[in-house]
């Protein structure tokens, strides 16, 4: 080595009369816990869960609702959830379902669509069981249903008239 440049120790070298010490270079990026990871992973399985303990969200109260403005009013919620894979799945169980439920449905999805969006959409698709409140679910057994996606259907967002 120049007299510029000399190793101290494995972790310094002397440049110039300085210690300077060794940053550790390399080409793969170092493991450090990702702060979004992606879904499905167990990390973002575990990361998401909402605890156990919770009460049921209290719905708000919408006495005299219209059903064609409580079905309006769905079509819009399940399009704005606040995560894609929500958005995507709830929006369109929405298109495909909304049209047949009777009043009793139309209120047990609106009590579901109150719970967190990764909690539905980790029910929806089986990663994690529901609590007893929503264990006998008809609502909740067509979502998983249309999750399971049995017809290999290419879906996107529907549109919005």
Not at 114 to 136: N, Q
Request: charged fraction near 30%; glycine fraction near 4%.
């Amino acid at each position: 080595m120049s007299t510029l440049l000399r190793r101290v120790t494995s972790r310094s070298l002397v440049l110039r009369g300085r210690v300077v010490p060794m940053r550790h270079l390399s080409s793969c990026a170092a493991r450090r816990k990702d702060l979004w990871p992606m879904p499905h992973t167990p990390e973002h399985i575990a990361s998401t869960a909402s605890p156990t303990n919770l009460p049921a969200p209290e719905p708000l109260p919408r006495r005299g609702e219209p059903l064609e403005t409580t079905r309006a009013r769905l079509v819009y919620q399940s399009r704005k959830r606040g995560t894609l894979e929500s958005d995507l799945l709830l929006s369109t169980f929405a298109q495909e379902h909304l049209g047949t439920m009777d009043a009793a449905e139309l209120s047990e999805l609106d009590k579901l669509m109150d719970e967190a969006d990764w909690d539905i959409y980790y029910w929806a698709t089986g990663k994690r069981t529901p609590p007893e409140r929503w264990a006998t679910s008809k609502v909740l057994e067509k979502l998983r249903v249309h999750a399971r996606n049995e017809g290999k259907v290419v879906r996107r967002m529907p549109d919005l008239h």
